[in-house]
């Protein structure tokens, strides 16, 4: 079984909303920071948004305003509220965990990803 499964992609039209959810196993979620990534078509990944431990959050320039990360730790689950949305957040989104294992270090998690298509 997968440690990062995604979900919530689709096709929405230029300014609207969807909601991406990535159900985590425990292990890839306790003691974790979360991130979302995205990949557009002939792009580099990029960080989209990320959400510590204590709930503070970061996000990209390009997203600020517009997208929300949050995290449900009862039910192991990371979300990311995506609104305005616009053409060029078309992208594979993929949920990304980095688990504290150590005081050495720890284990990435990546999920397969979940495709958003917005069209003009």
């Known amino acids: 079984q997968a440690d990062l499964v995604e979900s919530g992609g689709g096709l929405v039209q230029d300014g609207g909303s969807l909601r991406l959810s990535c159900a985590a196993s425990r292990r890839a979620f306790t003691r974790s920071t979360m991130k979302w990534y995205r990949q557009a078509p002939g792009k580099q990944r990029e960080l989209v948004a990320s959400i510590a431990l204590d709930g503070s959050a970061n996000y990209a320039d390009s997203v600020k305003g517009r997208f929300t990360i949050s995290r449900d730790n009862a039910k192991n689950t990371v979300y990311l509220q995506m609104n305005s949305l616009k053409p060029e957040d078309t992208a594979v989104y993929y949920c990304?965990?980095?688990?504290?294992?150590?005081?050495?270090?720890?284990?990435?998690?990546w999920g397969k990803g979940t495709l958003v298509t917005v069209s003009s």
């Open positions: 990304y965990a980095y688990a504290v294992t150590s005081v050495e270090g720890g284990i990435e998690h």
